[in-house]
Nanobody
Framework: DVQLQAYGGGLVQAGGSLRLSCVASGFSFDDYAIGWFRQAPGKEREGVQCISSSDGSRNWLQAVKGRFTISSDNAKNTVYLQMNNLKAEDTAVYYC???????????????WGQGTQVTVSS
């Protein structure tokens, strides 16, 4: 059974940090890309970053460049999103998802985690 579980969100003050985790099961981590997306209230879902063995890491959002870092621990089948210097505009539900390769197009992703809420207070 293919599953993705995202957790690690919470309430943090502006300037603070959070680390999100996406734990995968039921498939080989080496064969797929894992992407992080986010969706703020009233806005469309947007790709944040992605990582895979073949593509390395990709950043899709200029707004998070230099503040967010994606990484993976293949032994633990876990992908992390380290978020530093958080801003109010980072408030959103964050999702991890699985795709055959890294892309910012959400339609390519075939399996999604349940999402974790990140709220940044200003």
């Amino acid at each position: 059974d293919v599953q993705l579980q995202a957790y690690g969100g919470g309430l943090v003050q502006a300037g603070g940090s959070l680390r999100l985790s996406c734990v995968a099961s039921g498939f080989s981590f080496d064969d797929y890309a894992i992407g992080w997306f986010r969706q703020a209230p009233g806005k469309e879902r947007e790709g944040v970053q992605c990582i895979s063995s073949s593509d390395g890491s990709r950043n899709w959002l200029q707004a998070v460049k230099g503040r967010f870092t994606i990484s993976s621990d293949n032994a633990k089948n876990t992908v992390y999103l380290q978020m530093n210097n958080l801003k109010a505009e980072d408030t959103a539900v964050y999702y991890c998802a699985k795709a055959p390769f890294c892309t910012h197009y959400s339609g390519t992703y075939t399996q999604w985690g349940q999402g974790t809420q990140v709220t940044v207070s200003s």
